[in-house]
């Protein structure tokens, strides 16, 4: 016969096994009934289903480990899984260090694990997938780059929830750590090794370029920015995903009281929300301040900090791209913001010059599916549809700015960096004729149109490059067209339309679509990447035949100087260049009786010397004071002209 306490009555105490409503108090039996956490662990008759265990089925059983609150069997040999990971790990890190070598542009790479990404986060288990769709979506969950995949719980006697949770927040600490002490001992100890080797070769007379220990020191701190803002926003998903877990509770179903029931954290349905306790009893509580660090840290903090950054120095991200899409800027000779390349390049490289902005729009929608994923889980038809409306939002905005720089963008780019400097060339060549001899003029007049011919050969080059390469805009709208359809599918599965035995075939024809889809997608992501490399040779070769082409203009133009000589040259040529054999010879000769005089010197040449320098300072003020009269005289006539133009121009 069930208890009837005064706790109860007012429903106060939920721990009670013995509740039962008022109005069945005259019975003799009162069964008390507990929902399952999830629903899919109990298969009926008071049984939990396989790898579940516990008074509500919501606990993992032996042998199995918990991923996004259900229950998955642990693998034969987690031991092997590890190491497997492991060696993954190295073989990607190997294939971006030769990507590196080769300068293989990794836009479209990143692009593609953006998708993937994504696609990974519509895996709900509450959303009728096929069973082959499902396991699909487990293989694409190594693009998010998860701890889930080394199922650490089932290795030896387990690891806690929130030591697996810890560990997976924590890992961009460790990502600095190790650049920091890369950045240290290539500082302390490998860059002075260098210096004493360029030395040795120098003293040998072996060295083909100069050794400058700021430049070197620039790189590998930019090398070190660059590794952890990559490695940061391809985890981006995952860090963010991973602290939102802790604030999504959901009651159970049904709620055990309508007007306030009891929340349960969705990743671990044992433990009730906002319950103090230890760790195995009131984790909740203790991970919302870690929770609440990591959002604001990664999830809003770094975001902010990519905005002020870009925005603050917006005009120097454009001036690097304009450099960039012409293959310059790589030295400090030619690109003064080389040190701001070396950090932050990775993050708006493969955007074009006025598009600084794009990464951020990119983590919103990032951060907005996310956000949807997780809070909306007990409704996947409603999150989904939030879902797919984020991600058309992100297409409309794609077709409209088509913000990537491939081949064709870049050719763009270079004509508009040619317009833009023969301008300021014209510009100033305008200024200089008014004080500058007219031959010179004109010289530098042809110096700057075969400059321009040489942008737009180097742009013509891009362009005929572009038919090798894959356009970037095009390849993300593709993948977007992807995820749209595949949330759309995921909203027809969940629809229950096709729970009549009847539409069997259409749901196995829509199943079919979808699966083909995200393998199209697959196949076509390692297309593009093997098209990219090979496309790279062919690049290089047309971008050699311009620079060629530009080098046979500008030894044209200089061809006459060159082939001047003694046995050529007329009377004129002959003179000039004995007078300026002349003053040099008279400008050296000076120099040494000075030096000789300051040093060895009598009183009375020393006396005469300051006497000449005297007379020559005197002389140089004086040449100074005409220019200035001349100038004042010419801007008098300017100034009182300019109305009888303004006059005639009336007229």
């Not at 210096?195 to 072996?206: D, F, I, N, S």
């Not at 870690?290 to 900090?305: E, H, K």
């Not at 593709?478 to 995921?490: D, E």
Request: with cysteine.
């Amino acid at each position: 016969r069930p208890q009837r306490v005064k706790e109860q009555e007012v429903n106060l105490d939920r721990g009670l096994e013995n509740k039962c409503v008022k109005d069945r108090w005259h019975r003799d039996v009162c069964p008390y009934t507990l929902p399952c956490e999830p629903l899919e662990a109990c298969v009926g008759d008071n049984k939990c289903g396989l790898g579940y265990a516990g008074k509500k089925c919501n606990k993992c059983d032996q042998g199995f480990f918990r991923k996004d609150g259900f229950c998955l069997t642990c693998p034969t040999n987690p031991g092997l899984v590890i190491a497997m990971l492991c060696v993954a790990m190295l073989g990607v890190g190997a294939v971006f260090y030769i990507i590196k070598k080769l300068k293989i542009n990794i836009g479209v790479i990143s692009i593609g694990i953006d998708y993937f990404q994504v696609l990974g986060l519509f895996n709900n288990p509450l959303i009728p997938w096929p069973k082959a769709m499902t396991s699909l979506y487990e293989y694409l969950s190594s693009f998010s780059f998860s701890v889930d995949l080394a199922s650490p719980e089932c290795l030896g006697s387990g690891m806690a929830s929130h030591e697996k949770w810890f560990m997976t927040e924590f890992i961009p600490i460790g990502i600095v750590l190790g650049v920091s002490a890369y950045c240290i001992i290539s500082v302390t100890f490998i860059l002075p090794m260098k210096k004493a080797q360029h030395h040795t070769k120098v003293l040998m007379g072996q060295a083909t370029k100069a050794f400058n220990m700021k430049t070197e020191m620039t790189t590998i701190v930019g090398i070190g920015f660059s590794t952890f803002l990559s490695v940061f926003y391809l985890m981006y998903v995952n860090l963010v995903k991973k602290a939102m877990d802790i604030f999504n509770c959901s009651p159970g179903d049904p709620p055990d009281d309508p007007l306030d029931p009891t929340l349960f954290l969705d990743i671990q349905p044992d433990q009730v929300c906002f319950q103090p306790g230890n760790w195995d009893t009131g984790l909740h509580v203790k991970l919302i301040p870690f929770a609440i660090a990591c959002v604001a840290c990664y999830g809003l903090a770094f975001p902010t900090f990519v905005f002020f950054k870009f925005y603050k120095n917006k005009r120097i991200i454009f001036e690097d791209q304009l450099l960039a899409a012409q293959d310059r800027g790589d030295k400090e000779i030619t690109n003064p913001n080389l040190a701001f390349r070396k950090r932050y390049s990775s993050l708006y490289k493969n955007f074009k010059p006025d598009k600084w902005y794009w990464i951020l729009l990119i983590l919103g929608r990032k951060l907005a599916i996310c956000f949807v994923s997780l809070m909306f889980r007990r409704d996947p038809i409603f999150q989904l549809a939030l879902a797919c409306s984020v991600i058309f939002g992100a297409f409309t905005c794609q077709l409209l700015h088509r913000p990537y720089m491939g081949m064709d963008e870049r050719a763009d780019v270079v004509l508009f960096a040619s317009k833009r400097d023969f301008e300021k060339g014209n510009k100033l060549l305008r200024k200089m004729s008014a004080f500058g001899e007219t031959e010179d003029i004109e010289k530098a007049k042809q110096r700057l149109e075969m400059e321009q011919k040489a942008q737009e050969v180097t742009a013509q080059a891009l362009r005929d490059s572009a038919k090798y390469f894959v356009n970037y805009n095009k390849v993300e709208s593709f993948f977007m067209i992807c995820s749209i359809f595949v949330c759309l599918s995921g909203i027809m599965f969940g629809s229950g339309y096709f729970n009549m035995e009847y539409l069997a075939s259409q749901r196995d024809a829509l199943a079919y679509m979808d699966i083909f889809v995200v393998v199209y997608s697959l196949c076509f992501f390692f297309y593009v990447i093997g098209m990219e490399v090979m496309a790279v040779k062919k690049f290089r070769q047309s971008k050699n035949k311009a620079k060629w082409q530009a080098f046979q203009k500008k030894a044209a133009f200089h061809k006459d100087i060159l082939k001047i000589d003694n046995s050529n040259a007329t009377s004129e040529e002959k003179q000039a260049a004995s007078k300026i054999s002349a003053a040099f010879k008279g400008r050296e000769a000076r120099k040494a009786l000075r030096a000789r005089i300051e040093s060895e010197g009598t009183d009375e040449q020393k006396q005469a010397l300051k006497h000449v320098e005297e007379r020559r300072i005197a002389r140089s003020e004086a040449n100074a004071m005409k220019k200035k009269k001349k100038k004042k005289v010419k801007r008098v006539k300017t100034k009182r002209s300019s109305p009888e133009l303004k006059q005639g121009e009336l007229q």
